[in-house]
C-alpha cells in the first residue's frame, strides 16, 4: 500500500507541542519485552525528527550517536517530512506484518533506530511516510529481550515420493533465530499444505540450487528442541518437508544421505549470511554449518579456522591471536587448568569460561579440522556476558579483555580477597613502593592469566599550584596507546553555483557550468560556519551566501545550520554547498529535483518499495535551490529551471525560441510538478495515482501559483487552506468541491519556507539527446581533491608509546583532588612503563569518541614484526625485548567492519592470515597494514630478566607467580 505523507491537527502544532506529546509516549516506553513488536526506523530521517523538536537538546529520550551541541533558540530547525526509510529497507519483503528487509551491513543507533509500536504510531501519525519496518522482540540463551532486526529467511519444498526435493513447490519464510526445528516445521506445514505435522520430518539440504548436483543430498534434523541458532541456520537455507508414505515408510533413509558427509570439509569455510557485514554477504544461500568429522592428522595443528556465527569476527580474531599465544596455549593444552579452576569464586564464570575454553583450543590445535564453530564457547559468552550476544557488530580488544578476566577469575587461586588501601609514594623509594603494590595485588589476583599477561604502570600526578606529588602503581593486563593524529580533517564539499553569482575562480575564469567538487580542511570538532569559512576562501563564495545540505539519492535530504559540528557529515555523505543569493526573511525556498520518465530497462532494473513503487518516474542529477518572493508565478518556476537546466543541454542542441522572446513555451524541455520530498509523490492531491500535480506553463499569467503554498507561522493547530485558485490559470485551479476541500485538508504541507518541485525532462528530447542524464550528474573536480590522495604521515609504535607516556594536564572534567590544596585541581599526570608482562598486548586506540564527534583513525602504524625493544621506556638499568606473534585487524570504519588476524605458529614458525574459516599461509610483510588494531607481543627469549622478589609462599592464596621484571644487564 501507498503510504503518503500528510500533516494532521496532531501534526501542525509545531515542535514545541510535538516535542510534548512524543515525552509522554516516550516516557510510557520500557525495554523490549518477548512478544511485543517493535519498528524500525531510518537514523538519517530521526536525526531531522530530534533537531526539529530539539528533543536531544532538551532530554527528551531520542539520543543518538553522536550527539551534537545545543542549537541557539532563534535559529528554528525544520520539521522534517514523511518518514523515508528508502535507505535502509531492502528490495525483498520479509512479510505483510513485517514489511521489508534491511540492507545488509546496518548497525543500530548508526544507521537506524528502533521504537516500540505506540512511539512509532505517534510518529507515523504525524508524518506518514515508510515504509513500515516492524520486528519481533525475541529472547537470547540468558533471558534477554532485544529487537531481531534481522531475522532469518529461509527456503521450504516438499519431497517427492523418491525422497528428492520439489522445487516448484518453493517457498519462503521469514522466521527467528530463536524458533525450534519442531515451530519450523509447524510454520512449514501450514506454507505446504500438509495438515499433520506428526508425519513430517525436515531435512536441512546442502544446495538450495536445483542444478547443483549436491541438490539432493541433506541432513535430517531429528531433534526438534534444536533451535536454529544453536544449529548456526543462516539465511538462503534450503529445508525439505518428507512426508511419511501411506505404508508408514520414509521415502529417504535417516543420517547424512549421498555424498554429503563427505563434502563438509571442503564447503565448511564458504559460508556467508546476508546479515553478516563481515563478508559482505549478499543474501545468498549458505550451507549448514556444521563441524565436519574429525580427520586425524590431515591438518597442520593451530591452522584452524573458526566459523562466524554471525558477526562474531571480532571474537574470532580474539580467539585467533590467543590460541598462538605459546604459554598460554600449553598451559591448556596439557590440562594444566584444569588443576587451577575455582569454581566457587564468586566473580569467576563458575569455571565453565576455562572448560569452553581449554576445549576449543584442544580443537584448533588436533590438527582434525580445517575449522570448528565455536558455539559451545559462545554461549558461555553471552551467558554471562549477554552484551556481546545477537548479531551486532562488537570489538576485539573488549572481548579479549573480558576473556582474560573471565579466564583470570576462574582460574584464581584466591578464595578469599583481602581489602588493602592504595599505596602512595610519600618519601619512600619508588622501587620499595612499586614492590608493595605489586604484592599486594597478588594476594587478590593469582593465576596463569596474571603470571603471563600482567604488568604494572608507575602513575604520578603533580598538583600544578601546590606541586604536591602523589606516585601510585597499578597493574595492567594491556597496554592501551593514543595514536598522534592531527586534529582536523578533510571534507569533500560540492559547490553549486548561483547562475546569477557574479563570482569568478581566483585564476579569472568564470567558473564551469556544472557543480565543482572541493576538498577543504577543517577542525574535527568544528562547526558547519568553520566549512563555510574554509569553502569561501577556496572557492571566492561569500560564506554568508553559501547554504550546506546533505544530498541522498539525488535529493536534498536536510540543511546544515551554522552551529551544527562538521562531525555530522559521515565520510560517505554527498555534502553539497549551494550559492543563494540574498532573500527577504520571509521568501520561500523552494526544491527543485531532476526526474524523468523510466524506460522500459530501468523499469525492470528499478528498485521498488511500497510507498512508490508505481512512480513512472527516476530522479537523477543535481538537485538545486532558489528562494522566491511568496506569490510566485509559474512563469517564474519555469524561468527558474529554465536558467539551470539549459547549461546542460549539449552544444548541438538548437533552442526553439531567441533570448528575446518573452512568451517562451518551456514544456518543449520540460515539465513542473508538486512533489513532496521524497519526489515520488503529490504535493497538491491526495490520489494514489498522482506523482506531482502538473505546473502550467502560462507566460501570460502573473497570479499566485496555485499550489498550497507554507503559510507563515501561526498559532491554529489546523493545517493552512489552500488559496483561491489563480486568475488565468484555469488548468492549474481546479473547482473547489467538498472532496477536493478534503482532500487538500490532509497535504502533507512542508514547513516554512520550503516547498519541492520536480523538474521532468521531455522524454523525447532524451531519447535524441541521451547525453543529458550524463551532464545532470557531471562534476568538475578542483585542484585541492589532490589533498586526498596526499599519504598520511606514518608513525612508529615507538611514537604511540611516548605519546601515552607523555605528561599531560587533566581536563576540568578529570580534575584530581589535592589532598593539601583541598580542592579538584587540574594536575598534570604521567605514566611510566614500570614492569613488564611475559606477552604485552598492545591495544592501538584506532576508535576516538567525544561529545561533538567520533572517528577511526587510518593512519598506518609502523611496528616491529621482529625485535621491539622497550628499553627507552624503562626505569634507568632496566631491559626488554619483545617478538610479534599475533595481530588483531579491522578493515572499515566507525559503523561497521571486519575483523581477520594474523599469528606466527609456535611449531613451523611461519605467519598465517586468519579469516573466520579461512586460513592462509602470510608473510612477516603482510603482517604490517593500516588496519592492525591489537599487536600480541612475548618476551624474547634469552632476555636479561630475573623473577620479581617476592615473599615465600604460604599458602594458595599467596603464591607468587613467576611473573619477570625488567632488570639491569650487569644484574645476575
Partial sequence: TRQRGRMSGAAAVGAAEELRAFREVMRAQVPPRLGERWYVVSTR???LFTEYTKLRDDGGGGKLSPSRSPSPPQQQRERPGEIDNTDIAGQALLSEKLGPRLKPKLFQNSDFVVVSEPVWNCLHGWYGGGPAIARDVVEDATSYAFVEVYPLCVKGVVADARGYPMYKSEVELSISRKCSVGQLKESLCGLLSQNDPKKVRVWIMQSAEPKVPQSAEGKLLKDEQDTLEKLCILDGHMFMMEVKQPDGQWPRKTGYSGMFSSLWGNISGAFTSFFMLDNGGDGGYTPYIQDEPPRYGAYTPGICGLHNLGNTCFMNSALQCLSNTVPLVEYFLGNQFKGDINPSNPLGLKGQMAEQYGALMHQLWSGSYSAVAPRNFKWVLIKYAPQFGGFNQHDSQELLAFLLDGLHEDLNKVTKKPYFPTVEGGARPDKEVAEEAWQNDLKRNNSFITHTFQGQLKSTLICPDCNKRSVTFDSFMYLPLPLPIARDRKISVLVVRHPTGKVESVSGVPPPPYPMKYVVTVLKQGTMADLKMSLSKLSGVAAERLLIASVYDHKIYSYYLDDHRVSMIYENDTTVAYEVPEHPPGA????????????????????????????????????????????????VLYELAYTRIVKLLPPSFSLPYTAEDTDRDYRSLFTLSWVTSSGASCAKCASAECFGCDIPCNASSSAPASIALPAPAASSASAPALPPPAVGSPASAPARTAATATATASVPMLPPPQVVVAVDWNSELLAKFPEILNNSVKVVPHQSIHELQVPSKAITLNDCVRLFTTNEQLSPQDAWYCPQCKQHKQAFKKFTLWRMPKVLVVHLKRFVYSRYYHDKITTFVDFPVGEWDVSEFLPPGSEAVYELFAVSNHSGGMNGGHYTAYARNKDDHNWYHFNDSNCTKASPADVKSASSYMLLYQLKSGSHLTTAPSPPPTSPSEASPDTVQPSSPNEK
Fill in 45 to 47: 530521517w530521526y536525526r
Fill in 588 to 635: 520561500l525556498r523552494v526544491k527543485f529535483v531532476l526526474r524523468h520518465r523510466q524506460t522500459p530497462g530501468e523499469a525492470a532494473n528499478k528498485r521498488t518499495y511500497f510507498f512508490s513503487s508505481k512512480c513512472p518516474f527516476i530522479i537523477q542529477g543535481h538537485p538545486f535551490v532558489e528562494y522566491v518572493e511568496r506569490n510566485v508565478t509559474d512563469k
